[in-house]
């Protein structure tokens, strides 16, 4: 039961561009959705989060947009720029439960 | 401050043998999340502690594995009769465990290694 999918997996995009990586749902009571990124040898670190009572939130070059009609969410970055280049992890939580983690999309940022 | 940090970074073992795989959290965080990762593949969830409560077992994949948490804070993780199929990456991450986003913080891994 993936309640948390990231449909893509891989996503090539250029310098200077926006990436756009999407996450999907299944789950009506997640409550908060996080972003992480994660390089190779390193653990996954945090990106931006959003409550599930906004559907926009904005960091800079990141912004996390949310649709709880569609249960979908995505992470805009841009520009795109080469350090961006890692895998991309959604997940979600309902209250004091665990994350749920989808299953990474690796972006792909060319010069 | 310090971050999460786990023991060893890398492990070669043979099929076969016992291994242990160690987290120390960030002081203050009361749940430890221990999670997989094979290659090619997400994070793949295998237990949680939080405080003093029962810890959720639920992503144990066998009963080979097992983990422990003592005094609150260290963990360790113990994959017994070792599997290639085991052969992952064994991220621990902590949290303080309040309410909102409760943003996880990972360790740099352990690399599992089974010939």
């Known amino acids: 039961d993936q309640q948390v999918k990231q449909n893509s997996p891989s996503l090539s995009v250029q310098e200077g561009r926006i990436s756009i990586l999407n996450c999907d749902y299944t789950?009506?009571?997640?409550?908060?959705f996080l972003w992480y990124k994660k390089y190779p040898a390193e653990g996954p670190t945090f990106l931006i989060s959003?409550?599930?009572?906004?559907d926009k939130n904005e960091d800079g070059r990141f912004t996390v947009f949310l649709n709880k009609s569609a249960k979908h969410l995505s992470l805009h970055i841009v520009p795109s720029q080469p350090g961006d280049s890692a895998v991309y992890f959604c997940?979600?939580?309902?209250?004091?439960?665990?994350?749920?983690f989808g299953q990474g999309t690796r972006l792909t940022i060319n010069p | 401050g310090a971050g999460v940090s786990q023991s060893p970074s890398n492990k070669v073992t043979e099929k076969g043998k016992d291994v242990e795989l160690r987290c120390d959290p960030i002081?203050?965080?009361?749940?430890l999340y221990w999670y997989r990762q094979s290659l090619g593949q997400g994070l793949e969830f295998l237990i949680y502690?939080?405080?003093?409560?029962?810890?959720?077992k639920s992503g144990l994949p066998s009963d080979r594995f097992s983990a422990e948490r003592t005094g609150g804070s260290v963990s360790t993780l113990t994959i017994q009769r070792t599997q290639q199929e085991d052969s992952a990456v064994y991220l621990c991450?902590?949290?303080?465990?309040?309410?909102?986003?409760?943003?996880?913080?990972f360790g740099p891994g352990t690399r599992l290694t089974v010939l």
């Open positions: 991450a902590s949290s303080l465990a309040m309410g909102g986003v409760d943003t996880q913080y």
């Open positions: 789950n009506s009571m997640f409550d908060y």
């Open positions: 959003i409550s599930s009572i906004k």
């Open positions: 997940a979600a939580k309902k209250g004091a439960q665990k994350l749920v």
């Open positions: 002081s203050g965080h009361t749940a």
């Open positions: 502690f939080q405080g003093n409560s029962a810890p959720d």
